[in-house]
């Protein structure tokens, strides 16, 4: 069983930064690959990024990659997402998950955190 707990949500306006945490906790928890999606409400859940379990490879939704990075801290089995120059389109609950994969697809993640609200005001 893994943990994940994410923070660093927010309200910022258009343009700005903002990096979000999650914390992974539980057995073998340092072994997953880690991703982070998000919804907007009334919209499926989208991907976001994905990092690899040891950290080496990263995924990226096309749309995102040149603002968005995903990053990885072994020691303290914390996975960040920086957001750069935030758009009203960011707006959404972003969430990180856990898989033996790197994957895009919501269904290939076994284990989720509670969410964090992200909103950009324009």
């Known amino acids: 069983q893994v943990q994940l707990v994410e923070s660093g949500g927010g309200l910022v306006q258009a343009g700005a930064s903002l990096r979000l945490s999650c914390t992974a906790s539980?057995?073998?928890?340092?072994?997953?690959?880690m991703a982070w999606f998000r919804q907007a409400p009334g919209k499926d859940r989208e991907f976001v990024a994905a990092?690899?379990?040891?950290?080496?490879?990263?995924y990226y939704a096309d749309s995102l990659k040149d603002r968005f990075t995903i990053s990885k801290d072994n020691a303290r089995n914390t996975v960040f997402l920086r957001m750069n120059s935030l758009k009203p389109e960011d707006t959404a609950t972003y969430y990180c998950?856990?898989?033996?994969?790197?994957?895009?697809?919501?269904?290939?993640?076994?284990?989720w955190g509670q969410g964090t609200q992200v909103t950009v005001s324009s």
């Open positions: 539980g057995r073998a928890s340092s072994s997953y690959a």
């Open positions: 990092l690899s379990w040891g950290g080496g490879s990263t």
């Open positions: 998950a856990a898989s033996l994969h790197p994957l895009r697809r919501p269904s290939d993640y076994d284990y």
